[in-house]
């Protein structure tokens, strides 16, 4: 039987991508307590990299916020495979935006709103997090958006 959240993913039309090995030397998730730390996650999707270029230049404000979208897909892949259920996870602590964007950008808010709204949309009031969004010079594999987060679980 497919727990609460499973339910409401499926509610949403919402497929999580597989989670993905990582490419350097950590590990996707560390658990420490009742807290769940989910390493950076980037724009991939079933190990296809989307979304590649700089917010503000090549990437418009629409699709840096489904970019943001899908590293919160992402994170949500990497704490399922790490706790088994998603329905382990009790709340979204803290989301950590980082943007790829032209230096005179200053959206980055409005393109992490993509991530916060998915997990908001999948946990409801228990999704409402604290974060930061803040635009960098580079991200990995060139990607416009990456996104971690800190989820306390039981």
Request: with cysteine; proline share 4%.
């Given at each position: 039987?497919?727990?609460?959240i499973?339910?409401r993913?499926?509610e949403l039309?919402?497929?999580?991508p597989?989670?993905?090995?990582p490419v350097a030397?950590?590990?996707p998730?560390?658990?420490?307590g009742?807290?769940?730390?989910v390493s950076?996650q980037?724009?991939a999707?079933?190990?296809?990299?989307?979304?590649v270029g700089?917010?503000?230049g090549?990437?418009?404000?629409e699709e840096?916020v489904?970019?943001?979208r899908l590293?919160?897909l992402?994170?949500?892949?990497?704490a399922r495979?790490?706790?088994g259920d998603?329905?382990?996870?009790?709340?979204?602590v803290?989301?950590q935006?980082f943007?790829?964007?032209?230096?005179d950008?200053?959206d980055?808010?409005k393109v992490?709103?993509g991530?916060?709204?998915?997990?908001?949309?999948?946990?409801g009031d228990?999704?409402?997090?604290a974060?930061f969004?803040?635009?960098v010079?580079?991200?990995p594999l060139?990607?416009s958006?990456?996104?971690a987060?800190?989820?306390?679980?039981?």
């Amino acid at each position: 039987m497919a727990g609460k959240i499973e339910t409401r993913l499926k509610e949403l039309g919402i497929e999580l991508p597989a989670a993905t090995a990582p490419v350097a030397n950590f590990v996707p998730c560390v658990q420490t307590g009742n807290l769940l730390y989910v390493s950076g996650q980037v724009t991939a999707f079933n190990g296809e990299i989307r979304h590649v270029g700089k917010v503000g230049g090549t990437i418009s404000l629409e699709e840096a916020v489904q970019a943001a979208r899908l590293c919160a897909l992402n994170v949500l892949s990497q704490a399922r495979a790490f706790l088994g259920d998603l329905d382990r996870v009790t709340r979204v602590v803290q989301v950590q935006g980082f943007v790829n964007a032209e230096p005179d950008y200053r959206d980055h808010p409005k393109v992490v709103n993509g991530a916060s709204d998915v997990f908001v949309e999948v946990f409801g009031d228990a999704g409402k997090h604290a974060r930061f969004a803040v635009g960098v010079g580079s991200l990995p594999l060139g990607v416009s958006v990456e996104v971690a987060a800190v989820l306390e679980v039981k």
